[in-house]
């Protein structure tokens, strides 16, 4: 192998090596991610479960403090009354890994506790304090083991007698009628016979009676399942139902744990927002007959939506008349606000922002036309937002306002470009007033800018722009008619001269305008050597070569020679 070969070689394989550990980093990273995404579900429903069976967890606590609540127990003495799960909720091994200081302003997995909504919540590319990842240790289980205190529920299990429930008896409701019961003597023939002697003995009382068993009352049906729904179908117009006999109880519900319970009317719809929670139970109207059924409890959540922005524009390449005499827009729309319920865009969720590329204006906002809670938004473009450069990058976001429910979209770029136009040339006339002089005058043709000027040399020179300074320093700006008489050097008894004139943009249009190519008009002078006689006569030619306007004037004598 030539040392050729060995270098191709050794250029080839770093080429894999190195697409293959960008590769293998990106998948580690989603990996990453995606496994802090199972762990914060798993959390978050163990941190329902904790609460609908008596936990309480304080609003100020730490992400620290909730996982230690979660890993709890009850004690010995309550576990065997409390109706429920007293158990831990969660692996006792679970250990969270929290960002260190340093790492602290790299952008990262943020997983943190939401204490005003009772939720874990984890932020890709985050920055700041938190938890990075959750591991298992397996002495965290023996350092991590406490008790913790329940709140009793609607009832709990018997502590004191020997039945499930504890109870009391209780006097039976006397029956309606009468209290005595006519009866008649039994014939001689069926009578016992006497006794021997002695006293009867005595009547034995008795034993009390048994407790009356209640029936317990099944639980409320909920109209909606418990679990994730899409954010489009909140709000959920949630209805619950009584499956007992009619008349044996009553729905009551609350929405927030530890409130008040209120009575459910017949058929009420409860509107339910993402993360609510609806626990309900049906209270017995008759205790005697009937038990309170256990509390069922539903939680709502949703996966929040990523806005999704479109930008574009009217055209990607613009001329000065676009943007001067028509309305040129640059437009940007969220495509996906079908995903969010009405009452949430109403309510102001996003706007749609947008600014300018460092080149056109150092990111300063722009002013949008539309309100940008339609979900599209209008940006006028006009020729300042170029900055005398050539292209112009515009930037557009739709910047949520915090919720959880709906995240930013990704910043979207639109690219646009100034056209340059070259102007008209100038028409260029001359009029031999004799001896030879001639009046000259210039005027624009075409459609220019404002600011246009003509700018002539009368040497047979092109006016030419000076580099940075976009005007000609080699021409005089004309101002209007003007005499010229040109110098002839008469040596063969003929002679010619030549004026050039140019179109140029004023200097703040240089973006986009282009001089124009030059017009030029040549004037024949009369012989100094007049041998051959006259009368001469003036003729006056004009013709376009390459773009260039030539205008021609020609002495002929008598013979028209």
Not at 91 to 118: K, N, Q
Not at 382 to 407: E, F, H, M, R, Y
Request: hydrophobic share 40%; aromatic share 6%.
């Amino acid at each position: 192998m030539s040392l050729i070969e060995a270098l191709v070689t050794v250029m080839v394989l770093g080429t894999l090596a190195a697409v293959a550990y960008a590769f293998l980093s990106g998948v580690t990273d989603s990996a990453h991610t995606e496994k802090a995404r199972n762990d914060v579900a798993s959390l978050n429903r163990a941190v329902e479960i904790f609460v609908s069976n008596g936990g309480s967890i304080d609003p100020e606590a730490s992400a620290e403090e909730v996982i230690a609540l979660l890993k709890g127990h009850a004690s010995t003495e309550q576990a065997d009354y409390h109706v429920g799960l007293s158990g831990s909720k969660i692996d006792p091994r679970l250990t969270p890994v929290p960002v260190s200081a340093l790492e602290s302003d790299t952008p990262g997995t943020r997983i943190r506790w939401d204490g005003s909504a009772h939720r874990f919540t984890v932020e890709d590319d985050a920055t700041g304090p938190g938890i990075s990842a959750f591991v298992l240790v397996d002495n965290a289980a023996e350092n991590g083991d406490h008790q913790i205190q329940l709140s009793d529920g609607v009832f709990t299990y018997a502590k004191e007698d020997t039945w499930i429930w504890d109870y009391q008896d209780a006097v039976a409701t006397p029956l309606v009628g009468p209290s005595t019961i006519p009866t008649t003597a039994p014939p001689a023939d069926t009578l016992p016979p006497p006794s021997s002697g002695g006293t009867p003995p005595a009547a034995v009382p008795p034993g009390p009676p048994s407790p009356p068993v209640a029936a317990k009352l099944d639980p409320p049906l909920f109209s909606i399942a418990a679990g994730k729904h899409p954010l489009k179908d909140f709000r959920l117009s949630l209805t619950l139902s009584d499956p007992n006999t009619a008349g044996a109880g009553k729905i009551r519900y609350r929405l927030i744990s530890g409130a008040a319970w209120e009575d459910y009317e017949e058929r009420e719809a409860l509107m339910i927002d993402p993360d609510d929670k609806v626990d309900a139970f049906v209270e017995s109207n008759s205790p005697a007959e009937y038990e309170n059924s256990v509390v069922a409890g539903a939680s709502y959540w949703t996966d929040p939506v990523t806005l999704a922005l479109n930008v574009t524009a009217d055209k990607s390449g613009v001329t000065y008349y676009d943007l001067t005499e028509n309305a040129v827009y640059a437009r940007a729309i969220v495509t996906n606000l079908d995903e969010i319920p009405a009452h949430l865009q109403s309510a102001g969720l996003f706007e749609i922002l947008w600014s300018g590329s460092p080149s056109s204006g150092g990111g300063v906002l722009l002013d949008a036309e539309k309100d940008s809670g339609s979900g599209e938004s209008l940006v006028r473009l006009g020729t300042g937002l170029w900055n005398n450069t050539p292209d112009l990058v515009l930037q557009s976001i739709a910047k949520a306002d915090g919720s959880p429910w709906v995240k930013s979209s990704a910043t979207e770029t639109l690219s646009l470009t100034a056209v340059s136009l070259p102007l008209p040339p100038p028409d260029v006339s001359t009029v031999d007033i004799g001896d030879g002089k001639f009046q000259v005058s210039m005027s624009h043709t075409g459609k220019v800018p404002p600011g246009a000027a003509i700018y002539f040399n009368l040497a047979g020179e092109s006016p030419a722009s000076t580099p940075g300074a976009g005007l000609p320093a080699n021409a005089t700006r004309y101002s209007g008619p003007f005499l010229w008489e040109p110098d002839d050097d008469g040596s063969t008894g003929s002679g010619s001269a030549t004026v050039l004139a140019t179109a140029f943009p004023p200097a703040s249009l240089g973006l986009w305008f282009d001089p124009s190519p030059p017009a030029a008009a040549t004037v024949a002078l009369p012989p100094t050597n007049k041998a051959d006689g006259g009368p001469y006569a003036l003729v006056k030619e004009s013709m376009v070569l390459d773009g260039t306007v030539i205008g021609n004037i020609r002495n002929l004598n008598a013979a028209g020679i």
